[in-house]
């Protein structure tokens, strides 16, 4: 498998949600569907992502400042506060046993991935998702490191009734990969690393327009 087995979603961070999801339409020829916002000031557009044809348990969630929130202020989440441009910002993954301990582990070689708290969205039809996330903003993006997510009783949204790619690869580059590799196998990440001179995610997609990278 060429990207993580435990991987749940990739991150696209955007500085404006409605120009993303129109330049990844006509990029892609797949049209995000509407997910919904977050209280922290945060939307998003999602399409699910399947493996070999399949559905799988992964998407792609494009996210930004959202355009209705009542505190116009930054956006203190994925780096969108200071973002100018859209780039593959990070990506969650599944641990398997609980978050407190997936958590505890990772400290224990040095990485914290921060608390587990409860996060939610609301749909546009005004269903309230929940689930559980263990996310610490990094000093920078992108975020080699992934970050944990728990949906508990909340359906995953790869399997629900998205538009989709296929997902093909996942790769990351960082100039000393060797330091994280102590929190990568804490966390069980098999992640495609290798050596470049900054930070970087890339990920291969295949849709109707053929494949592209995704960076």
Known sequence: MAFPSTLDHLVYAVPDLGEAVTDFARRTGVTPARGG???????NALV????????APHY????????????????????????????????????GQDLESAVERARAVGHDP?????????????TVLRWLLAKREPDSYPAPVPFLIDWGGTPQPGLGDLPALELLALRAEHPEPASL???????????????????????????????????
């Open 114 to 126: 921060g608390d587990v708290d409860p996060w939610s969205r609301t749909t546009p039809d005004g």
């Open 37 to 43: 916002a977050h209280p922290v000031g945060s939307a």
């Open 48 to 55: 699910a992502l399947t493996v070999d044809g399949r559905p």
């Open 60 to 95: 792609l969630e494009i996210v930004g400042p959202d355009p209705e929130r009542e505190d116009p202020g930054p956006v203190r989440v994925f780096g969108l506060a200071d973002l100018d441009r859209p780039h593959l910002a990070t990506f969650a993954v599944r641990v």
């Open 181 to 215: 590799a102590p929190a990568l196998g804490a966390l069980g990440v098999d992640l495609d690393l290798r050596e470049g001179p900054r930070p970087l995610l890339e990920a291969d997609l295949r849709g109707p327009r053929g494949v592209f990278v995704l960076r």
